[in-house]
């Protein structure tokens, strides 16, 4: 049973960093392309960032694009968002998630799991 449990989520300042964790079980993430996505009330997903297998190719919204990293640790299995200098704009409920197609447009990426998510909130 494949489990993506995220944590790191929090309230920050503009400006402020945050880095989420995705801990996975039945699921290996250093085969498969993972990545993030958030979502707020009322909106699409959109995605945010991916990994492929390995970490040989990383993709990032430009959106977020200078401002989060995406990694990998493959001995914990765990998948990582490191956020800096975060903006209103990034507050959202932040999702781990295997990818099956990424898509020049974000709101189009496709996935097979999904975590419950963690709450990103930045104040002004």
């Known amino acids: 049973q494949v489990q993506l449990v995220e944590s790191g989520g929090g309230s920050v300042q503009a400006g402020g960093s945050l880095r989420l964790s995705c801990a996975a079980s039945?699921?290996?993430?250093?085969?498969?392309?993972m990545g993030w996505f958030r979502q707020r009330p009322g909106e699409e997903r959109e995605g945010v960032a991916a990994?492929?297998?390995?970490?040989?190719?990383?993709y990032y919204a430009d959106s977020v694009k200078g401002r989060f990293t995406i990694s990998q640790d493959n001995a914990k299995n765990t998948l990582y968002l490191q956020m800096n200098s975060l903006k209103p704009e990034d507050t959202a409920m932040y999702y781990c998630?295997?990818?099956?197609?990424?898509?020049?447009?974000?709101?189009?990426?496709?996935?097979?799991?999904w975590g419950q998510g963690t709450q990103v909130t930045v104040s002004s």
């Open positions: 990994i492929w297998a390995g970490s040989s190719y990383k």
């Open positions: 998630a295997a990818i099956r197609e990424v898509a020049p447009d974000t709101t189009r990426w496709e996935y097979n799991y």
């Open positions: 039945g699921y290996t993430v250093s085969n498969y392309f």
